[in-house]
């Protein structure tokens, strides 16, 4: 008997990998678009960068206050 987890409504940290595979693109790639100011730059934690699960959610669906982002 297995457990299924909904990530949807955790908050939780993500890591750069994570973040990147989930958009499907690479860490370059994600870094050129936080670059460009498409992302907004990861939170720290000593050495580790993350950002919560539902910024990486938005960017994912494209949706920031009820309107669409054109990313």
């Known amino acids: 008997m297995g457990v299924a ?13 994570e973040f990147a595979m989930r958009m499907n693109v690479s ?22 960068n993350y950002w919560l699960n539902s910024y990486v959610l ?5 949706v920031e206050d009820g309107a669409s982002l054109l990313v």
Not at 5 to 17: G, K, M, P, Q
């Open 58 to 62: 938005e960017c994912i669906t494209g």
């Open 27 to 48: 860490e370059k790639e994600l870094y050129d678009r936080i670059r460009d100011g498409r992302i907004k730059a990861p939170a720290k934690d000593g050495r580790k």
């Open 5 to 17: 987890i909904d990530l949807t409504n955790t908050e939780r940290r993500v890591s750069t990998a």
